[in-house]
């Protein structure tokens, strides 16, 4: 079992920059693909970012050219660095990694965007 921990949500002006932090509580391995979710409130879990084992990198459109996905694996913790924000991406984000045939969560850190 993963347990995961995010960090690095807060309140942030419009135009600014956040960069979450997933903390897991045991190895992740290197070939083992990790990503990143938000929730809205009101509307339903979308997918922001994710990034295989591989490396390849995935990301929704509205985040394209402003949020980058990374991992470091000698630390365990994949993050999500948030640039030019926008009063739109206020949610929880979830980071997850799927690992023994099943998918991890984390509890989720609430990133609010103020105008």
């Known amino acids: 079992q993963v347990q995961l921990v995010e960090s690095g949500g807060g309140l942030v002006q419009a135009g600014g920059s956040l960069k979450l932090s997933c903390a897991a509580s045991?190895?992740?391995?290197?070939?083992?693909?990790v990503g990143w979710y938000r929730q809205a409130a009101g509307q339903q879990r979308e997918l922001v970012a994710q990034?295989?084992?591989?490396?390849?990198?995935t990301y929704a459109d509205s985040v394209k050219g402003r949020f980058t996905i990374s991992r470091d694996n000698a630390k365990n913790t994949p993050y999500l660095q948030m640039n030019s924000l926008k009063i739109e991406d206020t949610a929880v984000y979830y980071c997850?990694?799927?690992?023994?045939?099943?998918?991890?969560w984390g509890q989720g850190t609430q990133v609010t965007v103020s105008s």
């Open positions: 045991r190895t992740i391995f290197s070939i083992s693909p």
């Open positions: 990034i295989t084992g591989g490396g390849t990198t």
């Open positions: 997850y990694v799927v690992q023994y045939g099943r998918q991890y």
